[in-house]
């Protein structure tokens, strides 16, 4: 259909087995994802991309312990192991993945004091990537998430996506999750509520 886009979310070396924070089961996904991108004709890749010494890793903080929350000026936030430094292997896509098609790669979250799970907008809620401007201006209005990590970054780009009017679905064969203290289970949740199509197959 050409008003639909694939948004393949952080296929990174860092979220597959061997990285830094390394996702279960996202050596899996990476067929899955290929077969997607061979299938539809407008493609984003989406990709993590922090300066070291990022305010969401936990080695940037006196006694930060990795995979505990925090409060940020903004909210709350998540101590992360250091993952996707800029122009580090760990940062760079799978290498399996089908690149060539990509028509826009979005980094984020490459502000030193701000993630950004969402591809849309950072997690201070209002600093926004571009992303949502550059699809409407391509007539892009259907949007299918697959990628790294469903509970976190495809999740939380999904749900703004569907904030910004977009028809929203997700392939979770084609995703894997963190699940941290059950997130995997309250962000489906989330993302039905939200009027998401969960039931999409690669
Ligand atoms: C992600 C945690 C930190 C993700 C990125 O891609 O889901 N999760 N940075
Ligand atoms: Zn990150």
């Known amino acids: 259909m050409p008003n639909e886009a694939l948004i393949v979310v952080d296929m990174q070396n860092d979220f597959c087995e061997g990285g830094a924070l390394a996702v279960p089961g996202?050596?899996?996904?990476?067929?899955?994802?290929?077969r997607l991108i061979t299938r539809y004709d407008n493609i984003v890749l989406t990709q993590d991309w922090h300066p070291a010494g990022h305010a969401s890793f936990a080695s940037s903080w006196a006694d930060g312990q990795p995979f505990s929350a925090v409060k940020f000026p903004y909210g709350p936030q998540i101590l992360w192991p250091d993952h996707c430094v800029q122009g580090t292997p760990?940062?760079?896509f799978h290498p399996e993945l089908i690149v060539t098609k990509a028509q826009v790669i979005v980094r984020?979250?490459?502000?030193?004091?701000?993630?950004?799970?969402?591809?849309?907008r950072e997690n201070d809620k209002m600093t926004r990537t571009g992303l949502a401007g550059y699809l409407k201006a391509r007539g892009l209005s259907r949007l299918i998430f697959c990628g790294l990590a469903l509970d976190y970054c495809v999740a939380w780009s999904a749900i703004d996506a569907r904030?910004?009017?977009?028809?929203?679905?997700?392939?979770?064969?084609?995703?894997?999750?963190?699940?941290?203290?059950?997130?995997r289970k309250r962000m489906l949740t989330e993302m039905r509520q939200a009027g998401i199509n969960l039931n999409l197959t690669a």
């Open 90 to 92: 760990g940062a760079a």
């Open 108 to 120: 984020k979250g490459h502000h030193k004091g701000i993630d950004s799970y969402s591809a849309f």
């Open 26 to 34: 996202a050596g899996a996904v990476v067929p899955m994802v290929n």
């Open 163 to 183: 904030q910004a009017g977009f028809d929203v679905g997700v392939v979770l064969e084609a995703t894997a999750a963190i699940d941290l203290e059950g997130s």
